[in-house]
């Protein structure tokens, strides 16, 4: 197959839906399938393939770290395009790169798909302040519904995102595909290389978030459990590794929980030794956000073998549903810190916890997703062409 994909987002902006498209384009091409991805300039290095096409874009005043994409300047493309002959467009995000994808979509003459990555109804709010919250939420719903519905099916990485979705009347197909993981993406880790870089006591217990500073991950409530953690065990530290819009606000909150020396923001961890020397830095990977599709993060860390506590809501449900590698932890602090001072205080709970976390991960391999995509692929074309599965 070929196929073309069309992105508001991707490296080198670093989150779950750039990890997503880049993991499964790998995969595909394993499997033998041709990919176009249609994305964003950032003019900013980046290390692209000759199947990445950049648009020029210009800053988004909600998030300077996305972009918008020129739309005209992606329609321009139809000839060339054309000429490619692919089988069917996927849209990975529901802004420019929707509204075009939609269009170009009907000119070619291709089935269209779209992966609903992020749950907008606990997201957009954040960035809109100044709009009353329900408001935004039945916007949101809104949008997707009357989106998600112009596709010829829809994929979801998690179950909860497919419930969600039906609960909006989204009436087209929706298949859960999650992200995979793909075999030595991340290397081995060193938490005695990690601690020496820092400066930081190798005995010192440690809890470790990665993933981007937004307000939506809910970090502040790590914060307050790191409060709490901190009257049983005072030389607890928690590395908070990634950039984004909420990092001078949690800075703050933690001075004011007098938690300066108990944080530490390192900022963007590029992927490679260092990012995976802060995984397994930790005693435990910790996380807490409510608005997760599916929590890729989770996986990487038990790749790693790292034993998470961590809350189950939306996406990660499904990644901690087997109760293997973590102890899951309710939404209140008190829950919470009680599971992580448990772990930090059961050297074996967390060996035993970290072989599980290896053997769980493993089953969320990129080649089996990409497989799943792969037959998700060849029904819609059947379906648009031949009107049978």
Known sequence: MNILMLSDVYFPRVNGVSTSIATFRRSLAALGHASLLIAPDYAAPADDDAGIVRIPSRYLFLDPEDRILKAGKILALEKTLRRRQFDLLHIQTPFIAHHVGVKLARRLGIPTVETYHTYFEEYLYHYVPFLPKPFMKSMARALTR???????????????????????????????????????????GSRERFCSTHGIEPSRPLLVHIGRVAHEKNIAFLLDVVSEVRRVVPNVLLVVAGEGPALERLRRKALELELGENVRFLGYLKRGPALSDCYCAGDAFIFASATETQGLVLLEAMTLGVPLVSTAVMGTRDILAAGKGALVADGTVRDFAGKVIRLLGDPGLRERLGREARAHAAEWSAEIMARRLEEFYRQVIATRYHGTH
């Open 146 to 188: 009357r989106q998600c519905n112009r596709m010829d099916a829809v994929i979801v990485p998690s179950r909860a995102m497919h419930e969600v979705l039906q609960g909006y009347g989204v009436r087209v197909p929706v298949s859960v595909i999650p992200t995979g993981i793909e075999p030595g993406d991340l290397p081995a």
